[in-house]
């Protein structure tokens, strides 16, 4: 499975980005997505997932529960990360990341949980 993230950029605080992520060399249904970001200097930490197939769940960290959302449209091979509210804690390199195998009873939260992962994508939120 290739990763690929995009969408990234530089905005005010307040202001939205939509990410995208489009996993390739599988049937996008059957992939469970994650987005994680690193800021500099910290380790890498988990931002939302949404699983496979129709019905998809979803969960989101605590820092941007109600800003973020993560969403998927199959038919067009894509995952998204909707930003909203955003804040200059949120400026980080941004990673989508792919699991391929089933998810029941895993913690999606954890970057293990994960086989593939995509080259980041930088959003910079000015104060």
């Known amino acids: 499975v290739q990763l690929q993230a995009s969408g990234g950029g530089l905005v005010q605080a307040g202001g939205s980005l939509r990410l995208s992520c489009a996993p390739s060399g599988r049937t996008f249904s059957s992939v469970t997505v994650g987005w994680f970001r690193q800021a500099p200097g910290k380790e890498r930490e988990f931002v939302a997932a949404?699983?496979?197939?129709?019905?998809?769940?979803?969960y989101y960290a605590d820092s941007v529960k109600g800003r973020f959302t993560i969403s998927r449209d199959n038919a067009k091979n894509t995952a998204y990360l909707q930003m909203n509210s955003l804040k200059p804690e949120d400026t980080a390199v941004y990673y989508c990341?792919?699991?391929?195998?089933?998810?029941?009873?895993?913690?999606?939260?954890?970057?293990?949980?994960?086989?593939?992962w995509g080259q980041g994508t930088l959003v910079t939120v000015s104060s």
């Open positions: 990341a792919a699991r391929t195998s089933y998810y029941t009873g895993v913690n999606l939260m954890m970057l293990r949980a994960y086989d593939y």
């Open positions: 949404i699983t496979a197939w129709s019905g998809s769940s979803t």
